[in-house]
């Protein structure tokens, strides 16, 4: 069928046609934002869950939802090599320019901008990337003792101030949280511990892989309380199907139900997967109605396609020693699996494989779902491996 009308949309971070399943979720986060809005308590709410479930576009959305209804927002994504202090201050800036503007809270927004002009400033030493346009002189004292945790917190501080005389909130939203350095994250959860004592209308919307929620508790021991970890994962079968049709019939196309189930088979319900399996079934298929033979036809290219990019990128980041841990892992299945028998596939010792076991987990391949296991973050990465690394050849090279 035509592919310039083909609706299906794979990609990191790329809006999909129909946004499904996740209204839950959104509705948790409208309800936490109001209530911050107005000063009464909520916890932070940080989503985890696996590669290509959807956070970020959901994450996206929830900062529409959030702006639509009157709310500053601002996003940062933690790339794995970026300070979060550089991340934070020119976000800030813009979102306290924007606040000077409203009458009622120029004041406390230019003394915002004063804070920031100190942290910057001192924290720079430290934190070499910061980058930020100064607009104003710092107020001495005010955020600029050179401790990220003590700044962070006076920033954060007066930043809820500024919001609240505009009568507003602040939604933080971060994606990739996990990435995050760990004292930055204590300096974080610190700050907003604080916002949240004095009522201040400033919250963190997050999303990260799956590690995040013991990464917070290892930063602050009290962030288990501080933060609800709500698990973002692959669709039901029902919100699979409406994924898939809902854009299909749209374009005027319908897809037969054989052919749908076939598709969420395949996908097990993981977003990213049905985007694709959905885009190649379209481009394969003649006319509408869509045919499991459609879908049969198409998967292969689908799988290619998620080989040359969904698995592609995070193999080529590997070291060699890092792919034969995984390779290993893959021979034993999809997981979890435990340290020692990941390290007997490779007849090694498990303390000998403890450093790339780390490796692995600090760039975001695998997590421990509890103590001496571990699972792919990737989701049928496992059969991936076995396709890119086949044969035996691997075991002793
Ligand atoms: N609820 C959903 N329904 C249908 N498709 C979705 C849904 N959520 C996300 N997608 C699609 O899945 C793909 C991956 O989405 P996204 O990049 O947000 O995932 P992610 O969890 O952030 O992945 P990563 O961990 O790799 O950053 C995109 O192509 C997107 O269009
Ligand atoms: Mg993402």
Known sequence: MDPIKNPF???????????????DLRETVRIAVERVRQRRPAKSILMVGLRGVGKTV????MKEDAEASGLCTIKIEAPEKRSFPALLAPQLRQLLLRLSRNEQAQELAIR???????FARTLKVKYRDIEVGLDFEPEPGLADNGDLELDLQSLIEVVGEAALSAGTALIIFIDELQYVAEIELA???????????????????????????GRMGHAKSYAERLFDFPRVGPLSEEDARRALVKPAVEEGVEIQPEALDRIVEQTQGYPYFIQEWGKHTWDEAKASPITVEDVVGASKQAIAALDESFFRVRFDRLTPTEKRYLRAMAELGPGPHRSGDVSEVLGRKVTSLGPTRNQLISKGMIWSPSHGDTAFTVPLFDEFMRRIMPGDDWRTS
């Open 187 to 213: 300096a974080l959860i610190t700050a907003l511990h604080r916002a949240a004592q004095r009522r201040l209308p400033i919250t963190l919307v997050g999303a990260g892989l799956p590690q995040l929620r």
């Open 9 to 23: 949309a794979p990609g990191a971070g790329t809006p999909p046609p129909e946004l499904a399943g996740r209204d």
């Open 58 to 61: 959901l994450l996206e959305r």
């Open 112 to 118: 915002a901008l004063r804070a920031l002009a100190g």
